[in-house]
């Protein structure tokens, strides 16, 4: 496949000699598509809000304003006057911080049409490891504008895309792309390709490429690397790969060389102590799936200061022979834990139903012993995100000096009214219809629940249409 002979960042500063230039090289189709126009970062008050900080320092308001200016936040007070600011009416929502999500396959999104729920073999892991195989790098683009548009509808406004499809720098290219034009704040793990050999090292030049050329950007994205399972076959084998530890080390070697977090999927049996006498874990790595820890491997996570993030949805429909979320041995342990959808394909993103169903598990287990509060699980789907992926200096609380990331919910919906304390509502009654704005990086990307410049209906029937023409690729269901 072709690749530009200059930086991605040149050519989205190109002139039009620079266009001029890639046509006589025979290069523009490997060109990056121009970026969408997004809102410009307004100075607007929120008044009159019930104001969820997530900040110990700050508290909550019941009624209160926040300020924000050239994508941060100035001030959070009962009252603020500030000169030419744009009003904002909060009365009747609740203004917290926008929901982190830790670990997101956007890439296989569009894959609804094929995945089932209760067919094993059209299940997620065989169908987007067939499918995934076949994607072009336009369809990686439609795929992750579709997760990233249902993301921002539920109120997300920071991802982790788990991109363990990266068949070709142009693959590379087109999620990030789709991340910068959707407007959302977020890590791109930059990872192998379905149906890549486990023996084949991943490709850390590529992965240098994608640092030099994208970041730090406007600061909005940052970069790290999906590995492939460790140690043993387990759930999702054939999709995630499967690593020796000498295999594992060489990978991870690389992505640290150019100073870059890890992340990986634990699911089966563990690879936690293998890992530990490797020396490899630190606190640069997250896990996904706390659903097999022993108190051993729980101590070890602690003193490395390695996160674990949890997909609830998708977990709680595994059999419990494979484990439970251990959501209670984990906060007792002293871990980083964070909230995440996983992937759309056959359930859809909603962070209020991710915390409702991660409550009902715990409380089903072991409540009676590890108490949990409403409170703590807005924490864990908005700060505890942020810290996980490093960012919490940005994001993750309404602190004034951060970006404002932030969003409204309408509590006087008919399943919210008449709300009373606002994180029971948010985590017993919610759902994404009631996100009524979502700010990102002080941009409004929606506002009274509609898009302010993403064009959705575009997006599903872009979506509609590289699902057909792979179905025909594919010669499914044959
Ligand atoms: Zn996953």
Same mark, same amino acid.
């Given at each position: 496949?072709?690749?530009?002979? #200059? ?58 304003? %926040? ?5 941060? #936040? ?34 296989? +999104? ?33 795929? %992750? ?31 990030? +792309? ?91 049996? +563990? ?28 101590? #070890?996570?602690? =003193?490395?200061? %390695? ?45 209020? %139903? ?11 287990? #072991? ?13 864990? =789907? ?85 699902? =057909? ?10």
């Amino acid at each position: 496949m072709a690749r530009t002979l #200059i930086s991605r960042r040149s050519v989205l500063e190109g002139t039009a000699a620079l266009g001029a230039l890639l046509a006589a090289a025979g290069e523009l189709s490997a060109q990056p598509r121009p970026p969408t126009p997004l809102p410009p970062r307004d100075t607007f008050v929120i008044r009159g809000a019930t104001v969820l900080t997530m900040d110990d320092n700050l508290g909550d308001l019941a009624a209160g304003d %926040v300020h924000v200016r050239d994508g941060a #936040i100035v001030a959070v007070a009962l009252r603020i006057d500030a000169a030419g600011a744009q009003i904002i009416e909060g009365r009747g929502m609740i203004c917290m911080p926008g929901f982190v999500d830790t670990h997101w396959h956007l890439w296989t +999104s569009l894959l609804r049409p094929f995945v089932r729920a209760d067919v094993a073999e059209l299940g997620y892991f065989p169908v987007s490891n067939r499918l995934g195989q076949l994607m072009t790098p336009e369809d990686s683009y439609r795929s %992750v504008m579709l997760g990233l548009s249902e993301a921002l509808s539920a109120g997300v406004t920071t991802v982790h895309n788990w991109a363990h499809n990266v068949r070709s720098p142009e693959h590379a290219d087109a999620e990030l +792309s789709a991340m910068r034009d959707a407007g959302i704040r977020g890590r791109f793990a930059y990872g192998p390709a379905q149906g890549m050999p486990d023996d084949q090292p991943m490709d850390h030049a590529g992965l240098a490429r994608v640092k030099r050329d994208w970041m730090p950007g406007d600061g909005l994205l940052t970069l790290g690397i999906c590995s492939r399972n460790v140690g043993a076959m387990s759930i999702g084998g054939a999709t995630r790969g499967v690593l020796t530890i000498e295999q594992t080390k060489r990978d991870w070697d690389g992505a640290r060389a150019l100073g870059l977090p890890i992340t990986l999927h634990t699911s089966g049996p +563990s690879p936690i102590k293998l890992l530990e006498d490797a020396g490899l874990l630190g606190p640069d790595v997250q896990l996904v799936h706390p659903l097999l820890t022993t108190p051993e491997e729980r101590a #070890i996570l602690k =003193a490395r200061g %390695v996160s674990y993030a949890t997909a609830p949805v998708g977990e709680a429909r595994r059999p419990a022979s494979v484990g439970v979320i251990q959501l209670g041995e984990l906060l007792e342990a002293g871990i980083k834990v964070s909230l995440s959808t996983d992937h759309t394909t056959n359930y859809n993103c909603d962070p209020f %139903v991710a915390m409702r169903i991660l409550f009902a598990l715990h409380q089903h287990r #072991i409540g009676d012993k590890v108490p949990l509060t409403v409170k703590r699980l807005v924490r864990l =789907a908005t700060l505890d995100g942020a810290i996980d992926l490093g960012i919490a200096e940005k994001t993750g609380s309404l602190t004034p000096g951060k970006r404002a990331d932030l969003i409204l919910v309408r509590s006087t919906d008919i399943n919210m009214a008449p709300a009373g304390d606002p994180y029971e509502a948010l985590v017993s009654l919610a759902q994404p219809s009631n996100v009524d704005t979502v700010i990102v990086d002080g941009r409004i990307l929606r506002q009274a629940g509609k898009f302010t410049a993403l064009d959705h209906a575009k997006v599903v029937r872009d979506a509609q249409e590289a699902a =057909a023409t792979l179905r025909g690729k594919a010669g499914w269901p044959g």
